[in-house]
């Protein structure tokens, strides 16, 4: 009786103090999030400027010194101590800053950038000078170029101008323009057209040989792409027009070739490379003599791999690859010493490394497992080591690890948990190491290649001591069996979540092809946001449906030719199973996304207005007939072949089904889904007599973001929606 007593009280007592500390910790957060914080950078990290590899064990940053002049800075991976400034603004004759900077190959020239002028996601052109390092001297390239870049013998700069390209002669000071047939909303050379940059992600379509002999260069004829054009309102007394080339679903995509310009005879030769639709990629191999172009086919289930040689202007194919869906494109093609070559691929069901020779023989399968490869680092030729990211830990989360060219003696590198990515030195001999996970903000920790931890870079240690003071409730990270499939979820719920009480619910999502939003990382603006709606009193949830990515292929295709029917199916069920627990308010229950998931959104409420009241739709596709050839097609063919899969799925054809509280957002400067999108999707609803919200931003691309106040005023309209239809309601 008496050990009894003893027991009870000691339990008692434990519990009392248990129910102080998490009193005292509820109490000691007590500031609260606010838009106006998560926009002014109160919760930004620090972070790492972005380092470039140099030759050795040396890394070179852009760095701003007390004076405000621009230095390019050269540090040691050892010591991370800085070494030498290579180069000062302050003692350039020619210019007061500069922007960029990239070396030559030997780093004895310097390309330095400024007063740029953006043209789409990742193009821009500028102003470009050589610097050279030993005689400190400087030289203009050009103005209003593109991607110039150094001849690997340093003498040579090609660049690309005007939808033309032109190589400058520094030891001669000629400039050759090597090609001249190029015309705004026709011809491009060496520039990427619209949809290559977009969905190739690539904007140089030029490469230089080893030897300097050759310049490779793709030619685009987009004179019979249809014209899409926009109003830019401005703030002048009548609008601009943008016009641009743009291939929608189905339409004539540009006619892409291969050329060869011979820098000895100042000619260039059109490549036969037989039938193909697109030309994804252009690369050197380790023959002086040989450069391997990748094509595909329009269904991009077709991958051909082709050996060009530059001597006699012939190919050959090294690699064929087949897909009954599609092949994802990669910059992961690395050739050897020996020009054998790394290659991935999901041909077994999971993205892995393979070993070719240089005749496409496969020597071996590198790695191996249900579960995916997601980034390729390099290979040590001394160690005969490669290097690589996976989830070999769970989907949620990536480690970095090395393994024998062999497959052999595979190790792990970095964390076993969370979110590890890994910058290398040049010679593979270091690497930075950033890692985060939802608890912890990115730690920034030096690393040789045997995964020793050496030192610690930044750890964002004031960050997480300032956010313990705030209302922020953890991810709670699971998985919920939806249609067969066990998804992985994560859900934040109040910090002073009462289970016996019933809340409101959010769904948040993107669910395109291969992405993930439930993942073990850090905070982004959005998580701020959804902790801000959960001190509201809201329970905000994430699930990531079928066709999002890291969880093999089978997965990820399994909603070819019928994008948008699964992801919406899924996210319909998971509500519906989430609103059987007894603290969800089943009757007031929204979801959200922007983009692919703004589309996603839109559906969820039409289709299952039985448990979905509320829906916010940024950006939104509307019909998938309206977005580029090279990512729709991927997923649906054209809509010529099948017209079921584009229009089934389309809220633009379903919008009588409207019944709950639906906010359309979009901005009229969106190159990339085209308000003409958010523009017939309200035609349909008025057609409907459907009532509905909307917001429409002028000017704003897709990220909408651009201008003061853009997200703060985006996000204020959004919270006011959310309150007034589901936390309120």
């Not at 700069?157 to 190589?167: G, P, S, T, W």
């Not at 609103?579 to 007031?588: F, L, M, T, W």
């Not at 990512?631 to 389309?650: C, I, K, V």
């Not at 990339?672 to 429409?696: C, G, P, T, W």
Request: proline fraction near 2%; charged fraction near 25%; hydrophobic fraction near 35%.
């Amino acid at each position: 009786m008496k050990k009894t007593l003893l027991l009870l009280i000691i339990l008692t007592i434990s519990l009392c103090k248990k129910a102080y500390a998490q009193t005292s910790n509820i109490d000691s957060q007590n500031k609260e999030i606010t838009l106006q914080k998560i926009w002014n950078g109160t919760f930004s990290s620090d972070r790492m400027n972005a380092l470039n590899s140099m030759n050795g064990d040396f890394y070179s940053l852009l760095n701003r010194d007390n004076q405000g002049n621009t230095t390019v800075d050269k540090y040691s991976y050892a010591t991370l101590e800085k070494v030498e400034t290579i180069v000062n603004s302050k003692d350039l004759s020619k210019i007061r800053y500069f922007q960029t900077y990239s070396f030559n190959n030997d780093e004895t020239k310097i390309i330095l950038g400024l007063n740029f002028k953006k043209i789409y996601r990742r193009s821009y052109k500028g102003t470009f000078y050589a610097y050279d390092v030993a005689s400190k001297k400087i030289s203009l390239i050009g103005e209003d170029i593109q991607e110039p870049i150094f001849s690997p013998d340093n003498k040579k700069v090609a660049y690309a101008k005007d939808n033309n390209l032109f190589i400058k002669d520094f030891s001669k000071n000629t400039v050759t323009q090597i090609t001249k047939d190029g015309e705004k909303n026709s011809i491009i050379n060496g520039i990427t057209d619209w949809v290559y940059e977009e969905e190739f992600a690539f904007v140089r379509a030029f490469e230089w040989s080893n030897n300097s002999k050759y310049l490779a260069f793709l030619r685009f004829d987009e004179s019979e792409v249809p014209t899409f054009s926009m109003d830019i309102v401005g703030k002048d007394l009548y609008p601009n027009q943008q016009v641009f080339k743009y291939p929608k679903a189905g339409e004539k995509n540009a006619d892409v070739t291969l050329h060869m310009y011979s820098v000895s005879s100042k000619n260039s030769k059109k490549i036969s490379l037989g039938n193909y639709e697109y030309i994804p990629r252009i690369k050197w191999s380790n023959n002086n003599n040989v450069l391997v172009a990748t094509t595909l086919n329009r269904h991009q289930n077709d991958l051909k791999l082709h050996k060009v040689n530059a001597l006699n202007n012939s190919s050959s194919l090294l690699l064929k690859e087949t897909d009954k869906a599609y092949i994802d494109i990669t910059d992961n093609l690395t050739f050897l010493a020996d020009n054998s070559f790394i290659w991935t691929s999901e041909k077994d069901g999971f993205n892995h490394i393979y070993h070719y020779d240089f005749n496409g023989k496969l020597i071996n399968q590198i790695t191996n497992g249900k579960w995916e490869v997601t980034n390729y680092y390099g290979f040590n030729d001394k160690k005969k080591t490669i290097y690589y990211q996976s989830v070999e830990n769970g989907s949620i989360n990536r480690g970095v690890y090395s393994i024998g060219l062999n497959g052999e003696n595979k190790k792990l590198l970095s964390n076993k948990k969370g979110q590890n990515s890994a910058s290398f030195s040049t010679n593979l001999n270091y690497f930075i190491n950033t890692f985060s996970s939802s608890e912890i903000p990115p730690i920034y920790s030096l690393y040789n290649a045997e995964g020793k931890m050496l030192k610690i870079i930044k750890d964002n240690a004031a960050l997480k001591e300032e956010l313990a003071d705030y209302k922020m409730s953890p991810k709670e990270f699971s998985t919920i069996n939806i249609n067969g499939n066990d998804l992985n979820m994560w859900m934040i719920k109040p910090m002073d979540f009462d289970e016996n009480k019933k809340y409101p619910m959010l769904l948040f999502q993107y669910s395109g092809p291969g992405s993930q939003q439930v993942a073990n990382r850090w905070n982004g603006a959005n998580d701020y946001w959804h902790n801000m709606l959960a001190q509201k009193g809201m329970i905000v949830v994430c699930v990531d449906g079928r066709g999002t990515g890291f969880k093999g292929a089978y997965f990820k295709k399994s909603t070819y030719l019928n994008l948008v029917k699964y992801e919406t199916e899924d996210q319909i069920a998971a509500a519906k199973k989430l609103a059987e627990r007894s603290y969800i308010d089943k009757d007031n229950i929204g979801i959200w996304g922007w983009s692919f998931g703004g589309h996603m959104s839109t559906n969820s409420l039409l289709k299952g207005s039985d448990i979905f009241t509320t829906a916010i739709a940024v950006a939104p596709v509307t019909s998938w007939r309206f977005y580029d050839t090279v990512y729709t097609e991927r997923f649906l063919r054209t809509p010529q072949e099948n017209p079921a899969g584009y229009d089934d799925n389309s809220p633009v054809n379903y919008a009588d089904k409207l019944q709950g509280n639906y906010l359309l957002v979009h901005g009229t400067g969106d190159d990339n889904v085209h308000v003409q999108n958010s523009y017939r999707m309200i035609n349909s609803l008025i057609e409907a007599n459907k009532q509905f919200d909307m917001f429409i931003v002028p000017d704003r691309t897709h990220g909408i973001y651009k201008g003061k106040n853009t997200r703060l005023n985006l996000y204020t309209k959004m919270t006011n929606f959310v309150e007034e239809h589901l936390i309120n309601n």
